[in-house]
């Protein structure tokens, strides 16, 4: 099983298991800190606003797509690693449907990530809770961005480990056991598909540096770019596109095209 994704909430402990589940397989282990390494690599984003998901507040700006694009293209650069463990933000999101992997939850009952929250921060209970309230908030505004409204974080895994039942031992031997024992290990496609989903998500944040929309499809290399022409012509506007995309990593080849379908009636065509 090449790649490993654990979703949590924050201080459930799941960054101490990723490490250790691991280190049992022999796997590298990524956290938020190499997604942020990836976004400053990739020169995607300014050093103020490298690797962070975006605020609450972006969520309903009108920069909240790019910085979506942002994010997603740092965590497929650090996915194309392989044989790793990840634990962060929307893993199980962003490689739902993906081959060869395996989407773990791990959970906590809230008194035990309250403590976790006071012994690592140094934060009164009053501050841990109210903390730990408004990351749980935010993480799910966040997942409605990606995915829409209702959509079920739990059933979006493979297997749900509580905390409340196991130790955090037991919790690190059921995921060790799962993924050594879990279908068929088909590497190639899980890399291509990787390499395809980096292709998108860096194409359209690129281009949504210049054009109000974008939208980004790729397959075995092959890119599929639609582009709003509403405030230049369309000529123009595939030009700049096409000068956007170059010299794009795992690119064999660029369509692009280009959509009057933001345009209002107002605007001269």
């Known amino acids: 099983m090449p790649i490993v994704t654990i ?17 049992q397989l022999g796997y590298e282990c990524v956290g938020p800190q190499m997604v942020a390494q990836a976004c400053m690599e990739l020169s995607l984003q300014n050093k ?13 700006s009108q920069e909240r797509e790019r910085s979506a694009a942002l ?36 959970s906590a009952p809230a008194e035990d990530r309250i403590f976790e929250a006071m012994r690592r921060e140094g934060w009164s209970r009053r501050e841990a809770q109210s903390r730990i309230q408004q990351g749980d908030e935010w993480r799910r505004a966040w997942t409605e961005q990606l995915r829409g409204k209702g959509f079920n ?36 496609s899980l890399q ?41 012509r369309d000529e123009l506007a595939a030009r700049r596109a096409r000068q956007e995309l170059e010299e794009l990593p795992d690119m064999n080849q660029a369509s692009v095209g280009v959509t009057d379908h933001w345009r209002t009636p107002f605007e001269n065509a």
């Not at 979006?156 to 993924?179: K, P, Q, R, T």
């Not at 944040?205 to 405030?231: H, I, K, Q, Y």
Request: hydrophobic share 45%; aromatic share 6%.
């Open 71 to 106: 994010y997603r293209a740092a965590f497929y650069e650090c996915m194309k690693l392989g044989d790793l463990v990840y634990y962060g933000l929307a893993g199980h999101v962003f490689l739902a449907g993906a081959p060869s992997v395996l989407h773990v939850r791990v």
């Open 7 to 23: 979703a949590r909430n924050p201080y459930s402990r799941a960054g101490e298991i990723a490490r250790r589940v691991a280190r």
């Open 192 to 232: 291509q598909y990787v390499r395809d989903m980096a292709l998108e998500a860096q194409a359209e944040a690129r281009l949504l540096s210049v054009f109000p929309n974008a939208m980004a499809t790729a397959s075995n290399g092959e890119l599929c770019v639609m582009v709003d022409a509403s405030t230049v």
């Open 153 to 188: 974080e739990s059933e979006s895994c493979d297997i749900h480990v509580n905390l409340a039942h196991l130790s955090a031992e037991a919790a690190v031997e059921v995921i060790v056991s799962s993924a050594r024992i879990s279908g068929k290990d088909d590497g190639a």
């Open 48 to 60: 103020a606003e490298a690797g962070r998901a975006p605020r609450l507040l972006e969520l309903f």
